[in-house]
C-alpha cells in the first residue's frame, strides 16, 4: 500500500473486510438489535436465463431461511422477454419501472431502475444484486448488509471480487475493462483518497435508503460511480466500507456496448470535478462488418434528482 495515497491506505484499513468477517447469525443479531429492514432489489433487463437462479437463491436462503431478507424486489427494466415472469414464479415481487410512478414518465437504464425502486422498497438498507449472476453466493448479501449495521457511520458499502471470464477458468482479481481502463484511472487522478477502493463500478452494493435518497442517480450505468463520488462528498469517505466478496461471473457485454458504458462513467465524473455539463449525448463507434461505417450509439448521461425532493404523486379524484 505503499504507492497508494495515504488517505487511501488508511481507509482501506479502516473500511475493508471480508465475507467471512460477517457471519450470518451475527448479523442477525444485530440486525434484530437495531431493529432494520433489509430489501434486496435486483435491476433486470432481459435477463430471463438467469434471474430466476439468482431471486430463487436469496428466497430460499435469506428471506424463508435466515429471515434476513425481508423484501426481494426486481425492479423490471422495460424488458422484452419472460424476466418479469420468471422472477415472479420464483418468488420475487415484480415492478415494472414504467409502472412506478408513472407520472415521473420512465427511462432505460440501470440507474432508472434503482432510483425508482426507492418508491416501492421499505427497507432502511437497500441491497443492489445484479440480475446476469452465474457463480456467486447468497452470503453477498449478508457481507454486503453487515458494515451497515454494525457501523452508523457507514452510509455506502462496495463490494468486490475475483471475476470469472469464463466457465472453468480461474479467477482473476482484476475489475472489469471499464473499471481498469477507466473507472480506477479517474479515481486515482480526481479522487485519490478513493483509489484504494477496489471496483468501484461493482454492480452488488448496499446503501441506506435515507441516504440514497439524497443523491442525484443518473439513469445508466453511471449510478455506482455517482453513489461513490457523493458519498465520499457528503459524508467522507469513511460513510464508504468495502467488502470483499471471494469470486463472481456474470455475462459480458461486447466492447462497443462497454464504450457506451465509459463514455456514461466520463459524464458523471465530469459533471462532479468541473459542473460540467455533456457536450453530446451520443457516441460514434466504427463497425466494421457488411456495409462498413460509423454507427451512432445514444449514451444515457441524464440524472434523476434526490428521490427526498420529489413531490408525491398526485392522483386522480
Known amino acids: 500500500m505503499r504507492r497508494v495515497d495515504p488517505r487511501a491506505a488508511e481507509w482501506f484499513v479502516r473500511r475493508s473486510s471480508t465475507a467471512a468477517d460477517w457471519r450470518l447469525d451475527d448479523v442477525l443479531t444485530t440486525k434484530a438489535c437495531t431493529g432494520t429492514r433489509i430489501s434486496v432489489v435486483i435491476p433486470a433487463r432481459n435477463e430471463q436465463d438467469t434471474v430466476a437462479e439468482v431471486v430463487t437463491r436469496i428466497r430460499t436462503e435469506l428471506v424463508e431461511g435466515a429471515g434476513l431478507v425481508d423484501e426481494l424486489i426486481v425492479m423490471d427494466s422495460l424488458s422484452t422477454d419472460d424476466t418479469a415472469a420468471r422472477a415472479a414464479d420464483a418468488g420475487a415481487t415484480v415492478h415494472h419501472v414504467g409502472a412506478v410512478r408513472p ?6 437504464g440501470k440507474g432508472e431502475a434503482l432510483w425508482k425502486s426507492q418508491f416501492v422498497a421499505s427497507g432502511d438498507v437497500l441491497v443492489f444484486i445484479d440480475a446476469d449472476l452465474t457463480e ?4 453477498f448479501v449478508t457481507a454486503l448488509v453487515g458494515p ?3 457501523d452508523p457511520q457507514v452510509q455506502l458499502v462496495k463490494g468486490f ?3 470469472v471470464f469464463k466457465a472453468g477458468d480461474e479467477p482473476a482479481p482484476q475489475g472489469g475493462r471499464v473499471t481498469e481502463l477507466v473507472a480506477r484511472p479517474l479515481l486515482a487522478l480526481r479522487r485519490p483518497e478513493l483509489s484504494a477502493v477496489v471496483q468501484p463500478l461493482a454492480g452488488e452494493w448496499a446503501v441506506r435508503r435515507a441516504h440514497f435518497a439524497q443523491l442525484a442517480v443518473p439513469v445508466g450505468y453511471g449510478v455506482e ?3 461513490l463520488l457523493d458519498t465520499a462528498t457528503l459524508c467522507g469517505i469513511d460513510a464508504v466500507a468495502q467488502v470483499d ?3 463472481r461471473a456474470h455475462r459480458h457485454q461486447s466492447v462497443h456496448d ?5 463514455t456514461e462513467i466520463l459524464a458523471v465524473a465530469d459533471r462532479r470535478s468541473f459542473g460540467t455539463e455533456p457536450a453530446a449525448h451520443t457516441l460514434n463507434q466504427f463497425v466494421r462488418s457488411g456495409d462498413s461505417g460509423w454507427r451512432t450509439r445514444d449514451v444515457p448521461v441524464d440524472e434523476r434528482p434526490p428521490a427526498a425532493g420529489v413531490p408525491a404523486e398526485r392522483r386522480a379524484g
Not at 103 to 108: I, M, P, Q, V
Open 136 to 139: 456467486w453466493g447468497a452470503y
Open 103 to 108: 407520472d415521473l414518465g420512465s427511462r432505460a
Open 258 to 262: 462497454l464504450g457506451v458504458m465509459a
Open 148 to 150: 451497515t449495521l454494525a
Open 245 to 247: 466478496l471471494g469470486r
Open 161 to 163: 471480487y475475483d471475476r
Open 225 to 227: 460511480m455517482a453513489s
